[in-house]
């Protein structure tokens, strides 16, 4: 009995993530349009005040990482980035309770050519969980959710997970 009360709590600590999404397609960029694009400029047009100074450049970088798997065509389009809310976990939270990562924004693909809106997406995600494998899971949260938010685009414009 003692042995399963110390296992059970073991296996608390250690628990792990869970991603949630509950995003919206307000225009869907069409298969034709996906098939041939790439993802040219990345434009952050906003972010909250919370970011550290450093936010744009990751920005760029986990977002290009993540388009350029995905966006393999060769009509480049701009994607414009409005973030709405970036929030990371507190690993102690996370350990004891249970935390999350979230990141609200709106992306807006451009035909840089004509300046017309091709596609447009509210992106919603969250990372979270609890326990030590949380905890460390859930460090680098400007990372980890511009990641997310270059793979929900992904799925939804490109039809990829990226």
Known sequence: MKNAILVSMAALGLSGCVTY????????????????????????????????????AIFQREVRERMSACALGTVPLRME????????SNAATAYFVGDSNVIRAQVVLIDPTTSQKVGDYDVSRSIGGGGLFAAIGLAQAEEQMSEALATDICERAFGQGG
């Open 81 to 88: 980035v409005k973030i709405l809310e970036l929030e990371g």
């Open 21 to 56: 999404s509950s995003s919206d397609t307000i225009v869907a960029l069409s298969s034709e349009r996906a098939a041939a694009a790439s993802i040219g400029d990345i434009v952050l047009i906003d972010a909250p005040d919370t970011v550290s100074a450093d936010f744009p």
